[in-house]
């Protein structure tokens, strides 16, 4: 079955308007989360505004929804428009389980066949030391990234890791998600490794994941 994690990122006072297209196309499996944006402090500073909260609203959808869910986010939300938000898919290679795919499909029958494996962009997951994300953000952007949504966590098993890695880890995280072309990926998580890496105090690790459709997302011509 085709099946992808759709996240949609947004000025929280739209969320509800995504949480509306989530029930009108009844998905049955949809997590929220509490974000802020990422711009720097002089950008904030200059137009004399303030740092934008957010929502991140995540959903499971086969093909058939997914599809429907980014057509009506266009002409409900307006995300192709930029400012107004991003929906990206993210395809899901397996669920544990029948019981597990019924639920988060709410038991509709199989559509569609594998996910395409051509991705023009990823998403990049930053997982950092609370406090650091505008140092990993500056790291970001000085390798192409147009900016980040950064949202807060607590990090479990730390003992391991810091035996691991060597270093000390906070309890508290941020964690960062990034979208870019497959093209700047690679630049863009090595400059984030370069500068705040495991052996900075921001003690930051990325990885990435393929999105099949994204709206929302600038392009530029490569000039």
Do not use: W
Not at 156 to 173: D, H, I, M, N, P
Not at 190 to 218: Q, W, Y
Request: contains cysteine.
């Amino acid at each position: 079955m085709e099946l992808y994690y759709l996240i949609s990122i947004t000025d929280r006072d739209k969320a509800g308007g995504m949480l509306a297209i989530c029930e009108e196309l009844r998905m049955p499996f949809v997590l929220t989360n509490l974000a802020s944006g990422t711009a720097t402090s002089e950008h904030l500073s200059l137009y004399d505004l303030q740092a934008r909260e957010k929502e991140v609203i995540a959903a499971i959808a086969g093909s058939d929804d997914m599809r429907a869910f980014m057509k009506l986010s266009k002409q409900k939300m307006f995300v192709d428009i930029p400012g107004n938000g991003i929906v990206l898919a993210v395809p899901i290679k397996s669920v544990g389980g029948k019981k597990t795919l019924a639920y988060l499909t709410g038991g509709k029958e199989a559509e569609g066949g594998k996910p395409k494996m051509e991705f023009e962009n990823e998403l990049i997951v930053v997982i950092l030391n609370e406090g650091y994300s505008d140092t990993v953000m500056d790291a970001a952007r000085s390798a192409g990234a147009a900016g980040g949504t950064v949202f807060h966590a607590k990090g479990t098993g730390r003992s391991k890791a810091e035996k691991f890695l060597g270093v000390s880890l906070a309890e508290e995280k941020d964690v960062i998600y990034i979208v870019s072309s497959e093209k700047k990926k690679s630049e863009i998580m090595s400059a984030i490794n370069k500068n705040a890496g495991v052996s900075t105090d921001a003690c930051a690790i990325c990885f990435s994941l393929p999105v099949s459709e994204v709206v929302g997302l600038r392009k530029f011509d490569e000039e």
